[in-house]
C-alpha cells in the first residue's frame, strides 16, 4: 500500500491491501494469471513461480492482502480451511508433541486432532473452553501449543481470549485462533496475542459461495514452515481460486457489517415468535456470552441459531417450507442459508449429547445473508407460520 503515509483503515485495505498505486493502462482489476508454468532466468534457481509453492501472482496478492487485514506479518492461502488447519499443525507440531485443543471446533479440526494426529505421535486433549482453570489442568510437560475457535459454530459462543493468551505467554505455547466466524472485521485475534489465525477462506472472506480455499496467517518465520508443508502435502490452491478471493474481499467490509444489521434485525424478531424456545445470537442480552462480545468483538457477526420449542420434525417441516432461504450445510456467503446440525456436523452424537452442547432437537442453525432483512423474516414468518 503506497497510496499515502495514512494508514489504511480496513473496509480500505479490503479493496486495495497488497497492491501499489495503479500506472496507466495498468488494469484496475487484478488480472488472472491461470498459467502453472512461468518462464525463469536460466542459471539460477531465483523467481522461480510454480502455484504449488504459493507464488502465483494471484496467491502472493491476496496473501498479502489477507496479512493486513489480520495484522499479521505475512500469510499463505490454501486449497481449503481444513488444509490450512492441517499445515498449520503440521509446521507447529512434532511428533512427541502434545496439543490442548478446545472441545467446540469445527468437526473436520476435531477429526484431524484425535484420529489424524495421533497416528503421527502427536498427542491431543480436547479442553471444555468454559471450565475454569481447564487448560491448565491439562497442560502437559510437552504441551506446544492451544488450539481455539471463536466465535463457536453453531451456537455462537463467544470465547475470552484473555486467559488462553496468558496461559500461552506464561508458558511459551503458540496459540492458534480459528477466526472463520469472526473475520477481520469482527476480531483480528493477533491483536488479542494469538500467534497463528486460521479462516476458512469457502466462508465470509470469500462470501460467494463459489470458492473453497483456506488462509493461516502470523510471522514471516512461521509462514514458511506452513509453506514447505502445503508444498510436500499438496495443499496449495488453484490460481482461479485466489483470483476469486480476491475480489471477494473487496467487499468483506460491507458484506460483514450489512450481514450482521440482518442477523440483529432477524434476532431481535425471533425473540417475539411463539414458536420458538431459544434464539442464540451473541448481540442479545440474554446470550451468555453477550458481555464479552461487547467487551471484544467490533459486531456480532451474521451467525445466529433458533430452537422450535415442539422439536425436530417442527423445525424440519418449517426448513421444507423456506422458499428465499436456502437449506444448505455451508455458510458466511451473501445468501441467507440454513441448517440443522443433527444432520450435519453433530450428527455423529445422540440427541442428548447435541442437548448437553447447546442444540437440542429442533435447533436450526442461520447464516445470515445480505438480502433486504425484511424479505428474510417474512420468509422465516410464513415458514414458521406452516
Ligand atoms: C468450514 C470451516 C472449516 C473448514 O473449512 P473448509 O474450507 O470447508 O475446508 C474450518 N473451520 C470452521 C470454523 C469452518 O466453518
Not at 339 to 352: G, N, V, Y
Request: charged share 20%; aromatic share 6%.
Amino acid at each position: 500500500m503506497t497510496h499515502s503515509n495514512k494508514p489504511q483503515s480496513l473496509a480500505t485495505l479490503a479493496v486495495h491491501g497488497g497492491r501499489d498505486a495503479l500506472a496507466t493502462d495498468e488494469p484496475v482489476a487484478f488480472p488472472l494469471y491461470q498459467s502453472v508454468n512461468f518462464k525463469q532466468e536460466a542459471g539460477t534457481a531465483a523467481g522461480m513461480r510454480y502455484p504449488r509453492y504459493g507464488n502465483n501472482p494471484n496467491a502472493e496478492l491476496v496473501q498479502k492482502r489477507l496479512a493486513l487485514l489480520e495484522g499479521a506479518e505475512a500469510g499463505l492461502v490454501l486449497a481449503s480451511g481444513q488444509g490450512a488447519t492441517a499445515c498449520a499443525l503440521l509446521a507447529l507440531l512434532r511428533s512427541g508433541d502434545h496439543l490442548l485443543a478446545s472441545s467446540w471446533i469445527y468437526g473436520g479440526t476435531q477429526q484431524l486432532v484425535t484420529k489424524e494426529l495421533p497416528g503421527m505421535g502427536i498427542q491431543c486433549t480436547l479442553v471444555d473452553p468454559m471450565e475454569s482453570r481447564g487448560w491448565r489442568k491439562r497442560l502437559r510437560k510437552n504441551t506446544r501449543a492451544i488450539f481455539v475457535e471463536s466465535p463457536v459454530n453453531p451456537t455462537a459462543r463467544v470465547l475470552d481470549l484473555k486467559p488462553i493468551t496468558a496461559l500461552a505467554r506464561e508458558l511459551g505455547l503458540a496459540l492458534v485462533v480459528d477466526s472463520t466466524f469472526a473475520t477481520p472485521v469482527g476480531f483480528r485475534p493477533i491483536e488479542h496475542g494469538a500467534d497463528v489465525v486460521i479462516h476458512s477462506a469457502t466462508k465470509f472472506l470469500n462470501g460467494h459461495h463459489d470458492v473453497i480455499a483456506g488462509a493461516v496467517l502470523g510471522t514471516a518465520t512461521y509462514i514458511e514452515e506452513v509453506r514447505q508443508k502445503m508444498i510436500l502435502w499438496g495443499q496449495a490452491p488453484d490460481p482461479f481460486a485466489c483470483w476469486l478471493l480476491e475480489r471477494g474481499l473487496k467487499t468483506l467490509d460491507v458484506r460483514v457489517k450489512r450481514a450482521t444489521d440482518n442477523a440483529m434485525r432477524v434476532a431481535l424478531w425471533c425473540a417475539t415468535r411463539p414458536e420458538l424456545s431459544a434464539v442464540l445470537y451473541p448481540g442479545l442480552p440474554d446470550h451468555p456470552d453477550h458481555e464479552i462480545a461487547l467487551a471484544t468483538l467490533d459486531g456480532m457477526g451474521a451467525m445466529l441459531a433458533i430452537v422450535h420449542r415442539d422439536g425436530g420434525d417442527a423445525m424440519t417441516n418449517v426448513v421444507r417450507r423456506l422458499q428465499l432461504i436456502a437449506h444448505a450445510p455451508s455458510l458466511g456467503g451473501v445468501d441467507t442459508l440454513v441448517s440443522e446440525p443433527r444432520f450435519t456436523s453433530h450428527e455423529h452424537l445422540s440427541a442428548s449429547e447435541r442437548a448437553a452442547l447447546g442444540m437440542p432437537d429442533g435447533f436450526l442453525r442461520i447464516s445470515v445473508g445480505i438480502e433486504d432483512p425484511d424479505d428474510i423474516i417474512a420468509d422465516l414468518d410464513q415458514a414458521l407460520r406452516g
